[in-house]
């Protein structure tokens, strides 16, 4: 079940909340029993305080659903990173509006395309169908990835 637009909140954040760090916690562990050691991509929350990357939660009243990040790559494509919905909140569509949020930044950040790398196991399948069902569609490696077994690779040009 989708959760209505108005009782959703995505708010930019700056990591500092016990909350985002349990859920990004959850989500490296998730990344290391999933993948093996080379294969994993996720971003601890040192690296997503970058001043490239800019982070958005997502809340219902105090209680976070999920999170997402945009990286910036180049003044002209960016990199979608850290998308996670806590396992409470799956089919909710907080992944979608999360999405729809970062798509929307690198839009307004004149970006020409947005890119993501995600796994290729069956675990994986519904963040893929997510993805193409906003416009991602496959594409070979990007920015510094190099070609993996175990990764898949989308882009969508804006």
């Not at 998730?30 to 809340?59: C, N, Y």
């Not at 947005?114 to 069956?122: A, C, H, I, Q, V």
């Amino acid at each position: 079940m989708s959760l209505p637009a108005a009782e959703m909140q995505i708010r930019l954040d700056d990591l500092s909340g016990p909350e985002i760090r349990a859920l990004l916690q959850a989500h490296l562990r998730s990344m290391h029993e999933l993948s093996p050691p080379g294969s994993i991509h996720a971003l601890d929350i040192d690296k997503l305080r970058q001043p490239d990357v800019t982070f958005w939660t997502v809340w219902e009243g105090t209680e976070l659903l999920g999170c997402g990040a945009l990286r910036e790559l180049s003044p002209k494509h960016g990199e979608v990173k850290s998308m996670r919905t806590s396992e409470a909140h799956r089919g909710r569509g907080v992944a979608r509006a999360v999405l729809q949020r970062i798509i929307e930044e690198a839009r307004a950040r004149t970006y020409d395309r947005l890119s993501l790398e995600t796994g290729r196991m069956k675990a994986f399948e519904p963040a893929q169908k997510l993805y193409e069902s906003l416009g991602f569609t496959y594409c070979a490696p990007f920015g510094s990835y190099l070609d993996d077994p175990h990764s898949v690779f989308m882009t969508k040009s804006l």
